[in-house]
T-cell receptor, first 112, second 114 residues
Framework: DQQVKQNSPSLSVQEGRISILNCDYT??????FLWYKKYPAEGPTFLIS?????DKNEDGRFTVFLNKSAKHLSLHIVPSQPGDSAVYFC???????????FGKGTSLLVTP | DTGVSQNPRHKITKRGQNVTFRCDPI?????LYWYRQTLGQGPEFLTY????????KSRLLSDRFSAERPKGSFSTLEIQRTEQGDSAMYLC????????????FGSGTQLSVL
């Protein structure tokens, strides 16, 4: 069963505008969340993370928001750039284990 | 820091053959992970090492799969009697620390079982 869900397989955004990628989770034990970016023929690269004690974390153009009651998190990219075009994976972990549980990914295309 | 290195990048094998992949983590990292990714899916956790000790294994890791990290440095993942369903990208990741630190992934080994 998929405990981390990314329901949008793809997203297209114009350069300069905001990209919003969404992620839902079902396991209430998850308390640490990460976003990874993946280019073709490369491994995933860490982007940003958030602990469940926070509801927002910001790093440059990237902001992650966490809504624990809704079991939902989102990644905002502002402004979007063509180099941001990649597959974005949401991942979550629980304190009781070492595994990261990944969603299926959202393919972002930023057009000039 | 040369990153996580995985070899080979691609492996084509016939059903029933054994294959072995190698992962060299970032040198100072004590934690090493194996994940598997199939088309259209996110990476799925297979197993985890802290130094040379294998501390966690997923149910996905059948008896045909075995992973080692003999000296707490590089790791190998062996698949015996490969099946077509084993075709996937096998990703290795490493991290350093005792907390919930981020993982650094290698570029993976793409396995195709014919």
């Amino acid at each position: 069963d998929q405990q981390v869900k990314q329901n949008s397989p793809s997203l297209s955004v114009q350069e300069g505008r905001i990209s919003i990628l969404n992620c839902d989770y079902t396991n209430s034990m998850f308390d640490y969340f990460l976003w990874y970016k993946k280019y073709p023929a490369e491994g995933p690269t860490f982007l940003i993370s958030i602990s469940s004690i926070k509801d927002k974390n910001e790093d440059g153009r990237f902001t992650v928001f966490l809504n624990k009651s809704a079991k939902h998190l989102s990644l905002h990219i502002v402004p979007s750039q063509p180099g941001d075009s990649a597959v974005y994976f949401c991942a979550a972990s629980a304190d009781s284990g070492y595994a990261l549980n990944f969603g299926k990914g959202t393919s972002l295309l930023v057009t000039p | 820091d040369t990153g996580v290195s995985q070899n080979p990048r691609h492996k084509i094998t016939k059903r029933g053959q054994n294959v072995t992949f190698r992962c060299d983590p970032i040198s100072e990292h004590n934690r090493l992970y194996w994940y598997r990714q199939t088309l259209g899916q996110g990476p799925e956790f297979l197993t985890y090492f802290q130094n040379e000790a294998q501390l966690e294994k997923s149910r996905l890791l059948s008896d045909r799969f075995s992973a080692e990290r003999p000296k707490g440095s590089f790791s190998t993942l062996e698949i015996q009697r490969t099946e077509q369903g084993d075709s996937a990208m096998y990703l290795c990741a490493s991290s350093q620390g005792t907390g919930r630190e981020k993982l650094f992934f290698g570029s993976g080994t793409q396995l195709s079982v014919l």
